[in-house]
């Protein structure tokens, strides 16, 4: 696993790195007026010539869409305030806006900042709504980077390495169960993922069963997958039911999901490993307070580093880096996530993530001293 004292803000292996050429954006625009037709079209060929002026005029104008504004979610907390310092520093323009959970909001807005003008969009996609958007935007001849979340026909993508955040919760279910002095192999874990509609679902749940099955777990229960905490603890009271009580651990795909979780096992008299991701606030807690093996911590500053650097080379001409590839061919950006577990909460707090006085509550405080957390 990574560890936060030896951690690089964009940890890439660059003897490996594959380095991919970046057209200008001139160069873009003149290829989709060649697709656009000819002699015909002129009119129409025309008009486009004057968007596409216009939309380099407008350059270097990063369009950037956020997805939801919901309580504990990160985008408007941590995102929108890095990514417009950053664009602002490096000269860019940029127009942030947030989708507030609303798939029609995401392609209106989408639209409007096509129209002003574009020199890349940067897509946190929101329930598939990004694919009809990148369309549009490479259509227009505007390269496309899908943020955080893959996005299907999108140029490039950043984001944590998910295969590896789901391999260090799986890591977390088998380390729990050996502190426990539980089999592995004939323990009873209920598994549980993301909502399948987010591609980083699935990548999160591959890591993680590339981890359990080699260790010889088997799943006692699958529940269905979902990101919203509160259907998460119905979801699990269901399965606690199915398996009569009988639960040794579980593999909870965040921190949200895993505070639902446990509120259910609290209810029921029982403490036993689970996994999470985001080093929430209440994530954190839990772990300290030793109801959650760990959370995978990823510092959203280091995101946007990554973002930042590919937007400059898009805006400028420069090459983008990257250190990985999506099965579908996309570059991939990844930087490496980091397990928690109760003796690293501190370095959250100390890298500016998390706060002791939101931390160490009164049912925390004692915790936090065990731990240093302060």
């Known amino acids: 696993s990574t ?31 060649l697709l656009a037709g000819c002699a015909s079209t002129t009119a129409t060929t025309e ?41 602002t520093a490096a000269g860019f323009e940029a127009d942030i806006q947030n989708a507030l959970a609303d798939t029609a909001k995401f392609a209106t807005i989408a639209d409007a900042q096509l129209a002003q003008g574009c020199g890349v969009m940067v897509l946190v996609d929101y329930q598939g709504a990004g694919v009809a958007v990148a369309e549009k935007a490479k259509a227009a001849g505007v390269p496309v980077i899908a943020y955080d979340r893959p996005i299907a026909g999108a140029d490039y993508y950043v984001s944590f390495d998910n295969f590896t955040v789901g ?54 229960f699958t529940m269905e997958g979902t990101w919203d905490g509160a259907k998460a603890g119905t979801l699990f009271e269901q399965a606690f039911t199915a398996v009569g009580g009988n639960v040794d651990a579980v593999l909870a795909p965040n921190d949200n999901n895993a505070a639902s979780i446990i509120a259910i096992l609290d209810k029921n008299g029982l403490t036993v490993p689970v996994s999470g991701q985001d080093a929430s606030t209440a994530g954190l807690q839990n772990v300290l307070l030793g109801k959650q093996y760990g959370t995978v911590y990823k510092p959203f500053s280091v995101e946007v580093d990554a973002a930042l650097t590919v937007i400059d080379a898009l805006l ?28 690293k909460v501190k370095d959250v707090v100390a890298n500016g993530d998390a706060s002791a006085a939101d931390l160490c509550t009164a049912e925390v405080a004692d915790a936090c001293a065990t731990y240093g957390v302060e």
């Open 167 to 220: 391999a260090l919760q799986g890591q977390m279910i088998v380390d729990g169960l050996a502190a426990a002095g539980k089999d592995i192999t004939t323990a009873s874990i209920i598994y549980s993922s993301g909502d399948p509609a987010d591609g980083n679902a699935a990548m999160f749940l591959d890591g993680a069963l590339s981890v359990l099955d080699a260790a010889g777990a088997k799943a006692a």
């Open 47 to 87: 008009e486009t010539s004057a968007a596409t002026e216009e939309t380099s005029a407008a350059a270097p104008r990063a369009c950037v869409i956020l997805p939801d504004a919901d309580a504990g979610t990160r985008w408007e907390t941590g995102d929108r305030p890095a990514l417009e310092a950053g664009l």
């Open 316 to 343: 400028t001409g420069g090459t983008v880096e990257a250190n990985k590839t999506l099965d579908d061919g996309t570059p991939y950006i990844a930087v490496d996530p980091i397990i928690v577990t109760a003796d």
């Open 3 to 33: 560890e936060l004292g030896n951690y690089l803000p964009l940890n890439l292996d660059r003897g490996n790195m594959k380095k991919i050429h970046v057209a200008s954006l001139s160069a873009i625009a003149a290829a989709s007026l």
